[in-house]
């Protein structure tokens, strides 16, 4: 069994080609490809990903879950791996997934951490270990068999929030879910900018209003009005 490991990017020219060596550094025979979908970054994002020798690609469309479903639409791998640009998982984490894929898991992710001392982000972090949907985050990377993502029919293109946790959802009708018990290491940027408590109390409510059943358009523009970043 190989991972294809699926790399949505948009101007992450300060990360990429860290993560991208780290991965090959990591990955050994266990990962059979790194794609890198790319949602059209105006950076130099895609020509330091050229250099590492990986597959780039552009995405027919821009968003996470768009890009990440093209890349897997690419993918050879029995098994997916979704990782965000600007996290890196355990350095043996091919033989984690493998083996939890072995163990009847066809599906899971690991726990967070974040490259910064924050004891409170240390603590939101600690419940990752629980498989439970309010305090998963997308940064926690997610691994699924390539046949119940292509019988799910990917990650929801309409979503641009939330978009990790609505799939997890209409995965774990299909299969087993895991979280595996090392934690990726992801960066905490967006916290620093925007401070740390406001950051998480931000992204909570986002998670109440999805809950609530608001619409994309209304998550999208509170998160715009609450949080400065160059993403959405």
């Not at 033989?95 to 004891?119: E, M, N, T, V, W």
């Not at 998670?207 to 209304?218: A, D, R």
Request: charged share 20%.
């Amino acid at each position: 069994m190989q991972l294809s490991i699926i790399i949505p990017t948009y101007n992450e020219e300060k990360v990429i080609d860290h993560l991208l060596s780290y991965l090959k550094e990591h990955s050994g025979s266990l990962v059979k490809e790194i794609i890198v979908s790319d949602g059209g970054s105006t950076d130099d994002t895609i020509a330091i990903a050229k250099t590492s020798n990986v597959q780039v690609v552009t995405s027919t469309q821009k968003g996470r879950a768009a890009q990440m479903n093209y890349g897997a639409s690419l993918a050879t791998a029995e098994i997916l791996y979704f990782l965000h640009a600007d996290t890196f998982p355990p350095n043996n984490f091919a033989r984690q997934i493998i083996d939890a894929y072995a163990k009847g898991f066809a599906s899971g992710c690991f726990r967070l951490s974040f490259d910064h001392p924050s004891l409170f982000l240390k603590a939101n972090c600690w419940f990752t270990r629980f498989n439970v949907a309010n305090v998963r985050f997308g940064d926690q990377s997610l691994f699924v068999s390539k046949k119940i993502f292509q019988k799910i029919g990917g990650f929801t293109v309409e979503m641009i929030l939330l978009e990790d946790q609505e799939i997890i959802t209409r995965i774990q009708k299909l299969s087993r879910f895991v979280v595996l018990r090392d934690a990726v290491i992801s960066s905490a940027r967006k916290y620093v900018s925007n401070g740390v408590v406001k950051t998480q109390a931000v992204f909570y409510l986002i998670y109440l209003m999805y809950q609530l059943g608001f619409s994309q358009q209304k998550l999208i523009t509170t998160y715009r009005k609450l949080i400065k970043q160059d993403k959405l």
